[in-house]
């Protein structure tokens, strides 16, 4: 199918790589839905880049299945879909971690659970990561659990809920896990990436987990080494593979990089 023709759709468009990603995207062409989670936010930054605006907070299932329905409305099919929202906040309790992985797990696993009936053969899915994900983190026994083959998407949340209960009751230490929600929802996320690859690889839909590299973003922070423009062709490269592309992967510039 001509990119001219392709639908994509990228979570948390409205600023730093989510917003850069969309104009990218634009220039090669596709049909691009920039979602936020206001639609004055997707509409402010959607007119900037002449694109299509969606409103979109994934922690909010209401809002998920309107979405999902608006898309279906629209389009009937989506080709691309970028989950790039993400936060990163400060400290560390049960609160910071919950809110965290709300977002950045959760929020990206409800987001791609509602929208792959609209994704047909050739599509692509892309979970913006992070090197903080890295395994090497973890103790041997939470690795070993995070990259079992046998793992599944219920067994990826009883996993995660008990990192939740652990820092609500200050055993994360304890427990195997690192001391930083913003880790641990990116180590989900790259585990919930090698799921969906496995069980949609008969659908012939593409799913890859992307590490854009530390860059200048709000989140990043100024001193970052990377430019948007860098961590948005990462993005981008696995946005845009072929049907016959590589899937259930980690990436960095294009080249695969250790769990």
Same mark, same amino acid.
């Given at each position: 199918? #001509?990119?001219?023709?392709?639908?994509?759709?990228?979570?948390?468009?409205?600023?730093?790589? &989510?917003?850069?990603?969309?104009?990218?995207?634009?220039?090669?062409?596709?049909?691009?839905?920039?979602?936020?989670?206001?639609?004055?936010?997707?509409?402010?930054?959607?007119?900037?880049?002449?694109?299509?605006?969606?409103?979109?907070?994934?922690?909010?299932?209401?809002?998920?299945?309107?979405?999902?329905?608006?898309?279906?409305?629209?389009? %009937?099919? $989506?080709?691309? =879909?970028?989950? @790039?929202?993400?936060?990163?906040?400060?400290?560390?309790?049960?609160?910071?971690?919950? %809110?965290?992985?709300?977002?950045? =797990?959760?929020?990206?696993?409800?987001?791609?659970?509602?929208?792959?009936?609209?994704?047909?053969? &050739?599509?692509?899915?892309?979970?913006?990561?992070?090197?903080?994900?890295?395994?090497?983190?973890?103790?041997?026994?939470?690795?070993?659990?995070?990259?079992? !083959?046998? $793992?599944?998407?219920?067994?990826? %949340?009883?996993?995660?809920?008990?990192?939740?209960?652990?820092?609500?009751?200050?055993?994360?230490?304890?427990?195997?896990? !690192?001391?930083?929600?913003?880790?641990?929802?990116?180590?989900? $996320?790259?585990?919930?990436?090698?799921?969906? /690859?496995?069980? $949609? /690889?008969?659908?012939?839909?593409?799913? @890859?987990?992307?590490? #854009?590299?530390?860059?200048?973003?709000?989140?990043?922070?100024?001193?970052? #080494?990377?430019?948007?423009?860098?961590?948005?062709?990462?993005?981008?490269?696995?946005?845009?593979?072929?049907?016959?592309? #590589?899937?259930? &992967?980690?990436?960095?510039?294009?080249?695969?990089?250790?769990?």
């Amino acid at each position: 199918m #001509p990119l001219t023709d392709q639908v994509a759709l990228v979570t948390g468009g409205n600023r730093g790589l &989510g917003l850069e990603t969309c104009r990218q995207l634009a220039a090669r062409g596709f049909r691009v839905v920039l979602s936020a989670r206001s639609a004055e936010a997707a509409n402010r930054a959607a007119a900037q880049l002449g694109v299509e605006s969606l409103a979109l907070d994934v922690a909010d299932p209401a809002s998920i299945a309107s979405a999902r329905a608006e898309l279906e409305a629209r389009y %009937r099919r $989506l080709d691309v =879909l970028v989950n @790039n929202a993400g936060v990163s906040l400060s400290g560390f309790d049960g609160e910071i971690a919950r %809110r965290t992985l709300a977002v950045n =797990l959760f929020g990206a696993i409800d987001v791609t659970e509602a929208l792959v009936p609209l994704l047909g053969r &050739g599509s692509r899915i892309v979970m913006v990561s992070s090197g903080m994900g890295e395994l090497s983190a973890f103790s041997p026994a939470r690795r070993r659990e995070l990259e079992s !083959p046998d $793992l599944t998407r219920e067994g990826l %949340r009883e996993l995660v809920l008990r990192f939740l209960r652990a820092a609500e009751e200050g055993q994360v230490e304890a427990g195997g896990w !690192p001391r930083s929600a913003y880790r641990v929802s990116k180590a989900g $996320l790259n585990a919930f990436t090698r799921i969906l /690859a496995v069980e $949609l /690889a008969e659908a012939g839909v593409i799913v @890859n987990a992307v590490c #854009p590299g530390w860059v200048r973003t709000d989140m990043g922070g100024s001193a970052a #080494p990377r430019s948007l423009e860098t961590g948005g062709e990462s993005i981008v490269w696995a946005a845009t593979l072929a049907v016959d592309g #590589p899937s259930g &992967g980690f990436y960095r510039d294009g080249r695969r990089i250790a769990w």
